[in-house]
């Protein structure tokens, strides 16, 4: 199979790391910076992921905190909807607990890291260290002769911010993310909620072309999608793999983590839902006659 024919698509990547050391400091930089923040400007709804264009014409899809629990939520299931985690370490503080939990779950899920020494900025900051610290915990920095990127930045004044999304484009070049875009649409619920114009989800397209009037299916409900919106609230008309939507219209809320999957037609999303509830409800039936 020659996989140059397939498209590229974003690489998903998810931040991790310990409390206070400045994940959603640098989300908020990238979100900030994005194309999507300048043209609409600012964003004031956010969908739980965004895309970050870079001058280079690449995409990169970053998930947020909600985006983290549908990360551990489908990683229970066997899924992995993150292609790179980059692993936030403040230069104050080094290798934290929660630090550890970070490296144990990427590597679990067999994702690659990327290490943001943040926090730079601080006079206090000892990036040195950070490194020792991370590879007496098996993390191989390239400064040791291993392969794992270690960038300095810092979320506050945004030094070192784009190389991190150099860093992640690399590392996006080498693992060759692509994906189909045509035949029919899966992808994954990152966040699901309830507004005033009804259910809304967030779909992270994994393959297919999403469009208005698409039939999606995902755990025990489905949609006839109405509208699509991005990150900005800005209605679009179709989104390719590697990029996250708010998909409208579902009969009941989905679930984070549901995967999504295009149905033929309205009967036969019905009948897969008709079936699932029916599972469902067996299941709980044997459990309480246990
Ligand atoms: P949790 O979501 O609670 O785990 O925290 P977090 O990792 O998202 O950290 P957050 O972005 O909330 O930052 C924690 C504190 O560190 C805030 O007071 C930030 O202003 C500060 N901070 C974050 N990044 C930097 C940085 O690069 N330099 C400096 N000086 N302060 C920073
Ligand atoms: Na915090
Ligand atoms: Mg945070």
Partial sequence: EDRSEIPLRPPVVTIMGHVDHGKTTILDYLRKSSVAATEFGGITQHIGAFSVALSSGKTITFLDTPGHAAFLNMRQRGANVTDIVVLVVAADD?????????????????????????????????????????ARHGIEVEDFGGDTQVVAVSGKTGQGIKDLEGAISLQSEILDHRAETDGPVEGWVLEATTKKSGRVATVLVRRGNLKQGDILVAGTTWTRVRTLRNEGGITVNAVGPGMPVEVDGWEDQPDAGDEVLEAPDEQKAKDVVDWRIEKEERVKLAKDME
């Fill in 94 to 134: 080094s290798v934290m607990p929660q630090t550890l939990e970070a490296i144990k779950h990427a590597q679990a899920a067999r994702v690659p890291i990327i290490v943001a020494i943040n926090k730079i900025d601080k006079p206090e900051a000892a990036p040195e260290r950070v490194k020792h610290d991370l």
